[in-house]
């Protein structure tokens, strides 16, 4: 079985009080998530779909993957070097992939 995971990262939380109620936590169940499990489908279209397991989850990258990987007892966790982030932040390998790669109990093979 081949589980992917996408993770949506919740908003920062605004230090102005008259902002925070507008603030709302995308749902993986409504439309947003499906739209994406829908996406991420299309780009495995040639993938056995009895055999594709497409997973979307609000929380914080790296310990959802970590979480996830070790809810679904997977045998190798495999993630990309660098993000979408700013590219100075992190020179080698992303901050999400450190942290998984420092947290992770499953092996991780990273992605250039």
């Given at each position: 079985m081949l589980h992917t995971l996408t993770v949506l990262e919740p908003p920062t939380a605004l230090p102005f009080g008259f902002l925070d109620s507008t603030v709302t936590i995308p749902s993986v169940t409504g439309a947003h998530g499906e739209e994406v499990q829908n996406l991420v489908k299309s780009l495995h279209r040639d993938f056995p779909q009895d055999r594709l397991d497409v997973l979307v989850k609000v929380g914080r990258a790296a310990d959802t993957i970590v979480s996830q990987s070790e809810i679904l007892n997977v045998d190798l966790v495999v993630i990309g070097a660098r993000g979408l982030a700013n590219p100075a932040v992190r020179l080698l390998v992303?901050?999400?992939?450190?942290?998984?790669?420092?947290?992770?109990?499953?092996?991780v093979t990273v992605i250039p």
């Open positions: 992303g901050s999400v992939t450190d942290k998984v790669l420092r947290h992770s109990q499953r092996p």
